[in-house]
Nanobody, 125 residues
Framework: QLQLVESGGGLVQPGGSLRLSCAASGFSLDFYAIGWFRQAPGKAREAVYCITSRGGRIRYLDSVEGRFTISRDNAKNTVYLQMNSLKPEDTAVYYC??????????????????WGQGTQVTVSS
């Protein structure tokens, strides 16, 4: 059973940087596309970025262009989200996910996909 665990969140000042990690256990991520999602208080969950099993990158939000990038290290069974130039509107719980039905596709954010527990990112002075 694939389990995903996010880490790396925290409190950061505007303009600062964080690197989030999504580590897999119980299963190799080699054949999985991994997506990053976020959910701010009172807001719907939104897709941020996805990386395919071959390292292709899909950005879903114009607002993170030039600031966020996704990468993977299969040797460490981990996917990363590097976040630079953070803004208060980036404040959210960040989740990673994989498609349960076909892991080669970027996850759509379905409730029954594989999900991590989330990591809190707070951007504030």
């Amino acid at each position: 059973q694939l389990q995903l665990v996010e880490s790396g969140g925290g409190l950061v000042q505007p303009g600062g940087s964080l690197r989030l990690s999504c580590a897999a256990s119980g299963f190799s991520l080699d054949f999985y596309a991994i997506g990053w999602f976020r959910q701010a208080p009172g807001k719907a969950r939104e897709a941020v970025y996805c990386i395919t099993s071959r390292g292709g990158r899909i950005r879903y939000l114009d607002s993170v262009e030039g600031r966020f990038t996704i990468s993977r290290d299969n040797a460490k069974n981990t996917v990363y989200l590097q976040m630079n130039s953070l803004k208060p509107e980036d404040t959210a719980v960040y989740y990673c996910a994989a498609d349960r039905r076909d892991g080669t596709y970027c996850p759509k954010g379905a409730d029954d996909d594989y999900w991590g527990q989330g990591t809190q990112v707070t951007v504030s002075s």
